[in-house]
Each structure stands twice: as structure tokens, then as C-alpha cells.
């Protein structure tokens, strides 16, 4: 069965501390694998995008990687800054016809000054 | 430049009436996507269209009905509203080689 679990369910942290969130997926066969931000109230909004052969990718102070063999993501926050309080959702291509996707639960992070 | 947007942003029906959400984007995507978004759980694709005139169904269509009379527009249609049809509903559109993007949301109050 294709599936996205992400790791941990909530975070908090301090300001200015780095952090990272994980994503394990089921999905085959793999297409890509992108990150989204969720600010509360908001709709998600694209960070990255990695395909299979594509094993990191960084958009300012965040720092996706890819690990394809074991099906395993992980988004680096650097630096955290209290607008980075938001949900950040995994999602996970698989080739077909048009790609389909399945989205994580999200992980919620919370980050207190 | 709008991007992608929905309409209305917040309701709340009664069970069994009727409404429809409207999806518009100014980005010429070909894709148009509607999810609902539930606590706890990612975001589920209801229906979803590959171009004008088609649509096609998702993980969760039931209860629903969607159009696509022209490009830019993506409807949503509730036949007759349950209170498990309560939730926050997503519309993403997308290029054949760009990211999603995403409207704002509709929150959806089944009474």
C-alpha cells in the first residue's frame, strides 16, 4: 500500500535552534518527493522538489535530502525563525499516466522565542 | 497576479443543501486539482481535472461533483451536504512542468 508517514506529529523549539523532520514513504514506482510549508489558515506552499537521482536540494535555511533505496526524506530547518512556526507536509510522487500524489500528515512546528 | 483563488472562504450549510466552490487561476495551468483537508490526516484529492472538459475522480469523490467548462475555473459541487463533508477544502492548479500551487482553503461548516 502506498503511504507517507512523517516524524515527529509536533515540535517545538527555540528561536535561532536548528532542527529536522523526517519522512518515510511506501510509494512505487518513485517519481518525486517535494515539501510543502502550511502556515495556519494558508494553503501549502511549494520549499522543494527532488526527483530519484537528486539527493539534496536547499531553499535559503531549508535543506531537503533524499535517500531513494531506503525511501527516507528529511527537511533541515537552520537557524529556526518564529515565522518558520508552521505544519510542513511531505508528499510523494509516483509515475503513472500524470503524477499522482500522496501527501503526510504534516509535522506541526512550533518555534518560541 | 492572483494565482490561484477560492471562493467563498467560509460557510456553513445545513444537511442536505446544496453548494457549489469555485476554483480560479490566472496561471493557465492545465491541472486543476480540489482536496479536503482533515485534523490529522494529509490532504485527500476529491476529483481532479488534466484540462477544459475533463475531470476525473480521486481518493474521495464520493458526495461530489466537479466541472471544468473553462480552463481557468475548477467547481466543486456538494449535492446534498453531510456533516462528514465538513472540513477544509483545498484547490490546487499546476503546469505540465511547474510546482502546485495552492488557494487559501475553504472552510466548510456541516451542520
Known amino acids: 500500500k502506498n503511504q507517507v508517514e512523517q516524524s515527529p506529529q509536533s515540535l517545538i523549539i527555540l528561536e535561532g535552534k536548528n532542527c529536522t523532520l523526517q519522512?518515510?514513504?511506501?510509494?512505487?514506482?518513485?517519481?518525486?518527493l517535494r515539501w510543502y510549508k502550511q502556515d495556519t489558515g494558508r494553503g501549502p506552499v511549494s520549499l522543494t522538489i527532488?526527483?530519484?537521482?537528486?539527493n539534496t536540494k536547499s531553499n535559503g535555511r531549508y535543506t531537503a535530502t533524499l535517500d531513494a533505496d531506503t525511501k527516507q526524506s528529511s527537511l533541515h530547518i537552520t537557524a529556526s525563525q518564529l515565522s518558520d512556526s508552521a505544519s510542513y507536509i511531505c508528499?510523494?510522487?509516483?509515475?503513472?499516466?500524470?503524477?499522482?500524489?500522496?501527501f503526510g500528515p504534516g509535522t506541526s512546528l512550533s518555534v518560541i522565542p | 497576479n492572483a494565482g490561484v483563488t477560492q471562493t467563498p472562504k467560509f460557510r456553513v450549510l445545513k444537511t442536505g443543501q446544496s453548494m457549489t466552490l469555485l476554483c480560479a487561476q490566472d496561471?493557465?495551468?492545465?491541472?486543476m486539482y480540489w482536496y479536503r483537508q482533515d485534523p490529522g490526516m494529509g490532504l485527500r484529492l476529491i476529483h481532479y481535472?488534466?484540462?477544459?472538459?475533463?475531470?476525473a475522480k480521486g481518493e474521495v469523490p464520493d458526495g461530489y461533483n466537479v466541472s471544468r467548462l473553462k480552463k481557468q475555473n475548477f467547481l466543486l459541487g456538494l449535492e446534498s451536504a453531510a456533516p462528514s463533508q465538513t472540513s477544509v477544502y483545498f484547490c490546487?492548479?499546476?503546469?505540465?512542468?511547474?510546482?502546485?500551487?495552492f488557494g487559501q482553503g475553504t472552510r466548510l461548516t456541516v451542520v
Open positions: 496561471m493557465n495551468h492545465e491541472y
Open positions: 527532488m526527483t530519484f537521482s537528486e
Open positions: 508528499v510523494v510522487a509516483w509515475r503513472t499516466s500524470y503524477d499522482k500524489v500522496i
Open positions: 481535472s488534466v484540462g477544459e472538459g475533463t475531470t
Open positions: 519522512c518515510n514513504y511506501t510509494v512505487s514506482p518513485f517519481s518525486n
Open positions: 490546487a492548479s499546476r503546469g505540465r512542468n511547474t510546482e502546485a500551487f
